[in-house]
């Protein structure tokens, strides 16, 4: 019986041990694969432990991450994000805005009066032709901080990236096994890689600026939008996923190990079987014991890293078999994985 590592207002979102489906026996593996659809199922999310990623790897991301988030503005919005079909580089604060909402012009308005309080990095796989990868310089030699070159920093990200894009596999293929199709059945819509890999941070901030203006977040309301994210988070918190009955619920960080949640486009293929849930980043939770001024006037800054896993670009993407017992059960006609997301990302921006 896999524990509950959220529980409240409805909401349940398990933690699984990811190992039971990579290496135990026939019957473990079943049973995590359907503890896998079943949480995505009925939350949308679910933590997974014993990911097949040490965490001294996760940890050297991080590093890595705050470094490229300490250079200097001007270096960093060289980079910046130029179109969502490349969807890489950087995003200064208040660039991006993610919401529910949907217009450009509402998602505008939005962004005016609540800008989200974050700064992103993003990165592609590197061979997508026509889209390079926005490294912070092509000098290999060049000092991105003390004891980390430019060929490090992309060595570190490219790898990671590499890795998560086999846990992605590995996910997809539990999400088989629980829908009682062939274990490889994603196989052929995953190997393109064309997923996102995208740096965080949320820079300190100010704690009234919370009771100044109600409604402030760290990162507004929305869901994602392709067939799973992978978050890595730190320790401060934050996170909040919505539950049933519409209450936004605390996803408190759990020590090594991953959140999961199912985008958009994963409910879609499902025929709407999958959720993909609506959730936000707030001010962080006060900690038991802390006063009204807690510690101090400043909430420190908040890292964490996001994968954001979708089919092939290429790939034509219509209800899962089993999902639907006749063609007019189909609840979307099927579309192309790039244009759907290209059109949410121009939404976005």
């Known amino acids: 019986m896999e524990k509950a590592a959220v529980e409240d207002d409805g909401l349940v979102i398990p933690l699984i041990d990811f190992s039971k489906f990579l290496e135990g026996t026939p019957i473990q593996k079943a049973e995590t694969a359907k503890a896998i659809l079943t949480g995505f199922q009925n939350a949308g999310f679910i933590y997974l432990s014993n990911i097949p990623i040490p965490a001294s790897t996760v940890a050297e ?19 910046s994000w130029t179109t969502p079909q490349a969807n890489r580089g950087y995003s200064a604060p208040g660039r991006e805005k993610v919401s529910q909402l949907p217009t450009n012009a509402d998602v505008a308005a939005l962004r005016t009066t609540t800008p989200d309080i974050k700064e992103s990095f993003e990165i592609g796989r590197d061979n997508e032709p026509g889209h390079p990868n926005r490294w912070p310089t092509e000098d290999d030699t060049a000092p991105i901080a003390p004891d980390l070159t430019a060929a490090a920093f992309r060595q570190t990200m490219s790898a990671f990236f590499a890795s998560l894009a086999e846990l992605h596999k590995a996910v997809m293929r539990a999400i088989a096994v629980g829908m009682d199709l062939s274990e490889t059945h994603f196989d052929p819509f995953v190997d393109e890689r064309d997923n ?3 740096l965080l941070h949320y820079p300190a901030v100010r704690r009234d600026l919370f009771r100044l203006h109600p409604g402030q977040v760290r990162a507004g309301e929305h869901s994602d939008y392709g067939s799973i994210t992978f978050l890595f988070q730190d320790q401060r918190g934050g996170l909040q996923v919505q539950s049933p009955n519409g209450k936004f619920v605390d996803t408190t960080p759990i020590e090594g190990t991953c959140v999961v949640n199912a985008g958009d486009l994963l409910a879609r293929w499902s025929n709407d079987t999958i959720k993909s849930t609506v959730h936000r980043v707030v001010e962080p939770p006060r900690k038991e014991g802390e ?16 994968y954001f896993c979708n089919p092939n670009f290429k790939d034509f ?14 609840k979307y006609e099927g579309i192309n994985s790039g244009e759907y997301l290209v059109q949410r990302l121009e939404a976005t921006y």
């Open 196 to 198: 996102t890999l995208r």
């Open 291 to 306: 006063d009204g001024e807690g510690e101090g006037e400043t909430y420190p800054a908040r890292y964490s890293i996001a």
């Open 61 to 79: 991301a991080f590093e890595t991450s705050a470094h490229f988030f300490r250079l200097p503005t001007a270096t960093k919005e060289s980079l």
């Open 317 to 330: 993407i219509e209800a899962i078999p089993g999902t639907y017992a006749t063609e007019a059960d189909k």
